[in-house]
DNA sequence: TGTCGTATAGTCGGATCCGGCTACTAGGAT
DNA sequence: ATCCTAGTAGCCGGATCCGACTATACGACA
């Protein structure tokens, strides 16, 4: 599978927007915070200059008119091309079905949870779970307030259940591993160097303290 | 909180290998690679390099010998500072502790699942569900062959558990929107564009076919 | 009437990131 | 002898990304 010309997924949400009527980048900012789809999007002013232009060098939108308001800097107003129209329902097929490596900070975390020693290392976990069902409660609160009073379709949102249904399950994997470490059921092994190279205590030997 | 002065978790990685033992960055890279932490750390060699080089510029690591092996590129062995010893372990703790927003491709795709009509949509899932099936199974198959056989100790593969656990809750939401697009139960709107903005045809009334 | 905060609209320089490249060695295959 | 491939080690130009900044308009309010 060839590499995409664009990988950036903000471009896809300009591509999202435009399909709807044409915009200035200034409105397409707003639009995305109003829907709450800047939680799904990086929403950043300079990179959405730069994604714009780059989707028009590519020939996925085009301005369509220059507007000056009074003395207020003058806004470009983009609509997608046809091109831009095909590409974007293409890309969103492409990202549904192959799943891509990611690189999550958090996994890069557990990756060391060792270095932190099990105490230090539960506690830790113990706040983000904290944060987590606080970020849960929040969002299903925005859900019932948008799509649970009918103003807007669930499948608008869905993107925010899918969320709320990955922290979920991260939060239940880190409630798990605090009790697994509390419990001693995940061994914490001393790791120690000699002339051959690395061993570690087994368990049953002492862990540590 | 401030911002860290250096974000990229592969300095993360190149920090735990030099609590280890000092190495050269070629030597980290392919220690990454027989650990299977590239699977957490995105493992390429120019930006190896450069977060090396930025570590040094931080004072968190230093070189300690630049050895020559008959006519092959010198290497430059680094070795962590004491600062770096600390920061390694803040680092991970305040990862842990605090998750922070990372807009992965999917929830940007899922965002406009609509954009697809209800048929394409469910066929797109389909073979993303295929697929994570696949690669749950083939970690589990690393991990039995690693950690099963007593060769690991399980907390030095604890990421590869927890990936295993997120990609699990995927694959769940994906077959079980799967399955509420084909029952109807996921409701498709039609979308249409009047002279006082959007509307959506309700549940019940007609919808996209 | 001055000015303070917020909304509007966009620019720019520097940091970061990465794919593709060079250059050399060792060990078979032809 | 020569070629070919895989492994070792690192470099660099260009693309991307983003924080911080500029500049104007407008309503509130003292």
Same mark, same amino acid.
């Given at each position: 599978?060839?590499?995409?010309?664009?990988? +950036?997924?903000?471009?896809?949400?300009?591509?999202?927007?435009?399909?709807?009527?044409p915009?200035?980048?200034?409105?397409? &900012?707003?639009?995305?915070r109003e829907?709450?789809?800047?939680?799904?999007f990086?929403? +950043?002013?300079g990179?959405?200059? #730069?994604? *714009?232009?780059?989707?028009?060098r590519?020939? !996925?939108? /085009?301005?369509?008119?220059?507007?000056?308001?009074?003395?207020r800097?003058?806004?470009?107003?983009?609509a997608?091309t046809?091109?831009?129209?095909? /590409?974007f329902?293409?890309?969103? #097929?492409e990202?549904?079905?192959?799943p891509?490596?990611e690189? @999550?900070k958090f996994m890069?975390?557990?990756?060391?949870?060792?270095a932190?020693?099990p =105490?230090?290392?539960a506690?830790?976990?113990?706040?983000? &779970?904290?944060?987590?069902?606080?970020?849960? /409660?929040?969002? +299903?609160? *925005?859900?019932? #307030?948008?799509?649970?009073s009918?103003?807007? @379709?669930r499948?608008f949102?869905?993107?925010?259940?899918?969320?709320?249904h990955? !922290? =979920? &399950?991260?939060?239940? !994997?880190t409630?798990r591993?605090?009790?697994e470490?509390? #419990?001693?059921?995940?061994?914490?092994p001393?790791? /120690?160097?000699?002339?051959?190279? !690395?061993?570690w205590s087994?368990?049953?030997?002492? @862990?540590v303290r």
């Open positions: 599978m060839a590499k995409r010309k664009i990988s +950036n997924t903000l471009a896809l949400a300009v591509l999202g927007l435009l399909q709807e009527q915009m200035h980048p200034y409105e397409m &900012a707003t639009t995305l829907r709450h789809k800047d939680s799904s990086k929403v +950043n002013s990179s959405l200059y #730069d994604t *714009v232009e780059s989707l028009v590519h020939g !996925w939108i /085009e301005p369509v008119e220059t507007a000056r308001d009074g003395r800097p003058e806004r470009t107003v983009y997608p046809g091109l831009g129209q095909d /590409e329902v293409r890309w969103i #097929d990202l549904l079905r192959t891509v490596a690189y @999550p890069a975390a557990v990756s060391y949870l060792g932190l020693g =105490e230090r290392a506690e830790a976990l113990l706040e983000r &779970a904290g944060h987590l069902a606080r970020r849960i /409660e929040e969002t +299903n609160t *925005v859900l019932a #307030d948008t799509v649970g009918g103003q807007v @379709p499948l949102m869905i993107e925010a259940e899918c969320a709320v990955a !922290w =979920e &399950a991260e939060l239940a !994997w409630r591993t605090v009790a470490i509390r #419990d001693g059921s995940l061994f914490w001393r790791a /120690e160097r000699t002339e051959q190279g !690395w061993t087994a368990p049953g030997e002492e @862990p």
